[in-house]
């Protein structure tokens, strides 16, 4: 029995090493960057080239929502000039190293959490949103998305400031990978 733990441990070394040895694919998402309150996970974001597009992915916990990115814009909209009782932190992404945005910001259509009782309006997404941005390459090596927004559950929110590094490595001509669909998601205002 020892023995065949130490063979399967071996292998999945191996494993594990050749998987980290080989070259970021286009189609593959950078690790996860994680936001907890505490020790509970909050949401976790990922990011990847497809074809000409910057995509970022919020995998979003139960009981856990984020928010739009035009979160701000919306309610100012359905505030019409009121006063509110505050206003949801938008999700902000920024580029630094060697992409441009090059185009709008589209995202998941969000959900609407108002509450027009309490003039409260906000939008935003659960379990999981889509960001995405056509770039324009400016320089090689690593690039740095930086995350900023909220993520509450009914009781409590955390604020997400996050960094995702990732590496540019060669040009992909190819046409963005069909496992994501760019039709679905909504112009960020």
Known sequence: ?????????????????????????????????????????????????????LMVRATIEPGWHTFAMDNQVRAEEKLAGKPSLGIDRPTKIALTGGLQIDGPWRQTAPLEFSKPELRWFSWGFE?????????????????????????????????????IPLALGKPNKEAATADIALKDLVQVR
């Open 1 to 53: 029995m020892i023995l065949v733990n130490r063979y399967a441990a071996v292998m999945a070394a191996i494993g594990a090493m050749m998987l980290c040895d080989r070259p970021a694919r286009a189609a593959d998402w950078t690790p996860a960057v994680v936001v907890r309150h505490d020790e509970t996970l909050c949401i976790s974001y990922q990011a990847k080239l497809d074809g000409p597009n």
């Open 127 to 163: 379990r999981q949103a889509l960001f995405s941005a056509k770039v324009r390459r400016s320089a090689s090596g690593t690039v740095r998305i930086g995350i900023r927004g909220q993520a509450c559950t009914e009781t409590v929110c955390r604020n997400i400031d996050v960094t």
